[in-house]
């Protein structure tokens, strides 16, 4: 009769079993820390990119002779300013275009109750108006268009989104002020083997999310200016609501520019008519392959080096993870990563060879 095979007992100390549950604790608890305040990480990842954009303004003062304070309050005051003075010019005409557009809502409804007009066919082909009211007779307004406690949904929107903007200025303001300087630090606590292996990566990051973030606001605005000049010699009255609409959706990557040609072209339709409405569309069509093709190519060729299906797949990661912020913070994360690894690949010692 053979042996009964021996048990074997495998035995942790206690410290280990301590170390792991510390371990395991310490990754609930910081994950419970960012849901709990994921706004407020959001406005400081909003903060790092403002940052990272403005940094090369200050540098270019600093290299005049100015001290880091002065020069990061100047650039300061200089966004405010540039921004103040863009909100006096199109503010007003926005508020007009907008409450001219929600006036002429109802003709359009009006239109498509009847069946007339471009989109009257929903009506007659598809019975949508039918479909809507006896939704509504079974739901209610807010059940069908998902509006409940509206009145105190929308203040506590504006009180969130006023505090925001608020936080997101200082914070701006006191990474450029001492950004730097904490990163010098962070440096010096690393070991000296080690330190120009991460200055490298930090330089790469910077010149990734710097160029990145300065670059897409550079074709948003572009995509704004050129889809309102297109508008204006169309004759639309809501030129300027609709191109910053299109300025502002341009800065999510891939996606955001398809949906500002559908909404741009959708309105263009129905105020404008078919023939223009068509124009519209081409305008968008072309714009687009230049951008895609041209724009990009020579704003991120030199920062941000990713491949389109990177991209495309960062941006869908980004949407899906944090919604509208993981789209615009997915590429720059993306170049990141890439530099991160591209440096720690390079720089990999070879394995040694059999003696």
């Not at 003709?107 to 007009?117: E, F, H, L, W, Y």
């Not at 292996?197 to 010149?207: A, L, S, V």
């Amino acid at each position: 009769m053979a042996n009964a095979a021996q048990e074997r007992v495998v035995s942790f100390r206690p410290r280990t079993v301590l170390v792991v549950l510390g371990i395991l604790l310490a990754t609930l608890a910081l994950l419970a820390l960012v849901y709990l305040a994921w706004h407020i990480i959001t406005w400081i990842l909003i903060a790092v990119f403002l940052a990272l954009a403005l940094d090369p303004a200050v540098e270019f003062f600093e290299r005049r002779g100015l001290r880091r304070g002065y020069a990061t309050g100047i650039v300061f005051v200089l966004a405010i300013g540039l921004i103040a003075g863009l909100g006096f010019l199109l503010v007003p005409p926005l508020v007009d275009q907008v409450r001219s557009f929600v006036d002429y809502v109802p003709k359009v409804i009006d239109d498509v109750t009847a069946g007339r007009g471009p989109f009257g066919f929903l009506q007659t082909e598809y019975h949508i108006v039918d479909r809507v009211r006896e939704a509504i007779d079974k739901q209610g307004a807010g059940g069908v268009l998902g509006i409940t406690g509206t009145g105190l949904a929308v203040a506590r929107g504006v009180l969130t989104a006023v505090a925001g903007v608020v936080a997101i200025a200082f914070l701006t303001f006191f990474m450029l002020l001492d950004g730097r300087r904490l990163v010098e630090r962070f440096y010096n606590f690393l070991p000296d083997r080690s330190r120009p292996r991460w200055r490298r990566i930090g330089t790469e990051i910077y010149r990734t999310v710097g160029g990145y973030v300065t670059g897409n606001i550079l074709i948003s605005v572009i995509a704004g200016v050129a889809s309102a000049i297109v508008l204006f010699s169309l004759g639309s009255d809501y030129a300027i609501a609709l191109a910053v609409v299109v300025a502002v959706l341009d800065l999510i990557p891939l996606a955001g520019a398809t949906l500002a040609a559908v909404l741009v072209s959708t309105v263009a339709f129905v105020e404008l008519g078919w023939v223009k409405g068509v124009i519209v569309v081409v305008f968008f069509i072309v714009y687009q392959q230049l951008e895609n093709h041209i724009l990009q190519p020579i704003i991120y060729g030199r920062t941000v080096q990713l491949t389109p299906l990177v991209v495309l797949v960062s941006v869908l990661i980004g949407a899906e993870l944090a919604g509208v912020l993981g789209a615009l913070a997915a590429i720059p994360v993306a170049g990141i990563v890439q530099a991160v690894g591209r440096e720690f690949l390079s720089n990999r010692e070879p394995a040694p060879g059999p003696t």
